[in-house]
């Protein structure tokens, strides 16, 4: 079955520097992948979306890489700020049809001052 | 635009009771979603629907039902409450034309089943 895998540990860094979240996934090629933002008691906000055929996206300080043959992609935060600091959530449309997104089960970034 | 709004924000049932979390969003989408959130873990579809009138099945609709009588509203149903059903519950919508791909969350609903 597909398996979303997305580091459960926190991840903590000093304000100023790059996070990078990996989102893994297995046994489907889907046609784009999805990074969304959860902060505490909120429910999920899209950020970036990339395609099968893009290799790299940039939206400000946001940077998404998507490898098709690791199955993988990469979410990048640079110049990282306090106010950064949510859980990130990779998520992928597994049935073109229905547009319902499987999602990861995040990872905590934390952004220390 | 308000977005998407859900009702309750909080509630604590009984096993058995039954209850509708409400969902409306004011930006025309077609497209609507009920997702469950546990603790730790990522959401998981319940119930979806294209449009008004047409409803079908997620990855985890047992003990839940819709309804779509409107493109605004899609409300979901617990008929017999169990704790298992203990959740943040969140609804979700996306557009049939343009940035389709985008789905726009609600704040959620806590549900606790005692």
């Known amino acids: 079955s597909q398996k979303i895998e997305q580091n459960s540990e926190a991840l903590n860094i000093q304000e100023g520097k790059t996070a990078t979240l990996t989102c893994n996934y297995t046994n489907y090629s889907p046609a784009y992948l999805q990074w969304y933002r959860q902060d505490p008691g909120r429910g999920p906000v899209f950020l970036l979306l990339?395609?099968?055929?893009?290799k790299e996206k940039r939206k400000e300080r946001l940077k998404v890489t998507f490898d098709t043959t690791l199955k993988q992609s990469l979410f990048h935060i640079t110049a990282s700020q306090p106010a950064d600091s949510a859980t990130y959530l990779c998520a992928l449309v597994m049935d073109m049809g229905r547009r319902a997104l499987t999602f990861g089960s995040g990872t905590r970034l934390q952004v220390q001052p | 635009n308000a977005g998407v709004t859900q009702t309750p924000k909080f509630r604590i049932l009984k096993i058995g009771q039954s209850m509708t979390l409400q969902c409306t969003q004011d930006m025309n989408h077609n497209y609507m979603y009920w997702y469950r959130q546990d603790p730790g873990m990522g959401l998981k579809l319940i119930y979806y629907?294209?449009?008004?009138?047409?409803?079908d099945k997620g990855e985890v609709p047992n003990g839940y039902n819709v309804s779509r009588s409107t493109t605004e509203d899609f409300p979901l149903r617990l008929e017999l409450a169990a704790p298992s059903q203990t959740s943040v519950y969140f609804c979700?919508?996306?557009?049939?034309?343009?940035?389709?791909?985008?789905?726009?969350f609600g704040p959620g609903t806590r549900l606790l089943v005692l």
């Open positions: 990339i395609r099968e055929n893009e």
């Open positions: 979700a919508s996306s557009p049939l034309r343009g940035e389709t791909e985008t789905q726009y």
């Open positions: 629907s294209v449009g008004a009138g047409i409803t």
